[in-house]
């Protein structure tokens, strides 16, 4: 029993000591600790390769930091703001991306009043876009605007609505989507720059265009029709060429053979003309001689090809010439 505890052993300062630390010293040592550990934590950040850090001091743009490790001054003097600056973002305008299904396939949700717009020719159609865009001055894209992104979507909207309305249904649904891609990209950057936004549009891509539900149907008989006429009309250009080729050629072909036959005659006319003038040349000088030569030609042409028969009464002779053969006849 001696061995047992006994409290009056210890001197009655000890407690005293214990006592002599406040609770209201340890709540200022903690909260001193919370804040240099706040102080500390918020005084460095850093800065990623692809990101432009925005320094704000009590709210207002102060300077732009690059990447790497900065310093700065503690909350709430100073807060940074990181913009990405060579990521591509992407604004969905008609519709909504709103997750994934069990087989991994975006699940999207329309947006009715965003995707309906009018045409040239006063037809409906349900148009569904994207805007591709990256941050060029984050400064800007931060201060000059509330809220950027809402900011796009209805300029993106805005411009969207007004080259459709330019266009007709044809243009819109087949051929004509490139150039109402790109006229909208304009538009929208058009825009952007006056508000100052330090936003550039990379691409305005039209993902579904389409008439309204309910005369789907319809137009696409249309469509069919329009497409079997152009179908026709071409078959008609087809054969209209062939046969205008096939008989313009023919055409050049007798031209240029009646030309041929042309200059023909008249090289022909030419060679007799100096002929008969070489040949009346010499008739001028000996006429007797000339007029023999003329006769014995002349005789040539009209004898050649027919048989003949040659009579000599002074020797009493018959001579019969044909071709190939000679036959003498007393």
Partial sequence: MEDRF???QFPEENPKRFKSIKPTSIIIGVFIGIIAIIILSSSFYTVNTDEAGIVKTFGAFSKVTGPGIHAKWFWPIQTV????????????IGFRSVGKDASGN??????????IMVTKDENIVEVEFIVQYIVRDPVAYLFNVD???????????????TVIAGNTVDDVLTVGKEAIQNQTKDLIQ???DRYNCGIRIVAVQLQDVDPPEQVKSAFDEVQK?????DQLVNEGKRYYNQVVLEAEGEAYKIIKEAEAYKIQKINLAKGEVSRFEEVYKQYVKEKNIAKKQIYLDRMRGILAGINKYIVDPSVGLNIFLEKDKTEVIK
Avoid at 81 to 92: D, G, Y
Avoid at 147 to 161: D, L, V
Avoid at 225 to 229: I, Q, S
């Fill in 81 to 92: 703001e990181k913009v990405s600056v060579e990521k591509v973002n992407r604004i969905e």
């Fill in 106 to 115: 975006i699940i999207y949700s329309d947006v009715p009043e965003e995707k």
């Fill in 225 to 229: 029709a329009k497409e079997k006429m």
């Fill in 147 to 161: 809220n950027p992104i809402e900011t796009i979507r209805k300029t993106s909207w805005s411009a969207m609505r």
């Fill in 190 to 192: 058009s825009v952007l």
């Fill in 6 to 8: 006994n409290w009056e």
